[in-house]
Nanobody
Framework: QVQLAESGGGLVQPGGSLRLSCAAS????????MGWYRQAPGKERELVAR???????NYADSVKGRFSVSRDNTKRTMYLQMTSLKPEDTAVYSC??????????WGKGTLVTVSS
């Protein structure tokens, strides 16, 4: 059983910063690709950022230059550093672990609200 737990969400002002964390249980964290997704009300879930087991990253065009994803394999934790936040970043952010292309685990999500 793999369990993922997000934390760090909250209310921030436009232009502000926030760091999300995703803590993973089990021993497969270091060999798995990880990712952050988000879903706003009435919208489809979208990929925000991914980081492979080897540390390679990729980002959605909408967050490039503003968000940075990283991982600490010793702590079995993935992070998402968000800066220059915009109201359109408001969403539930969920952590994803991809053991195989066909096997994914999800956290319950943490709400990020960007508003003045």
């Amino acid at each position: 059983q793999v369990q993922l737990a997000e934390s760090g969400g909250g209310l921030v002002q436009p232009g502000g910063s926030l760091r999300l964390s995703c803590a993973a249980s089990g021993s497969i964290f270091s060999i798995s690709d990880m990712g952050w997704y988000r879903q706003a009300p009435g919208k489809e879930r979208e990929l925000v950022a991914r980081i492979t087991s080897g540390g390679s990253t990729n980002y959605a065009d909408s967050v490039k230059g503003r968000f940075s994803v990283s991982r600490d394999n010793t702590k079995r934790t993935m992070y998402l550093q968000m800066t220059s936040l915009k109201p359109e970043d408001t969403a539930v952010y969920s952590c994803n672990l991809r053991r195989y292309d066909w096997l994914n685990y999800w956290g319950k999500g943490t709400l990020v609200t960007v508003s003045s």
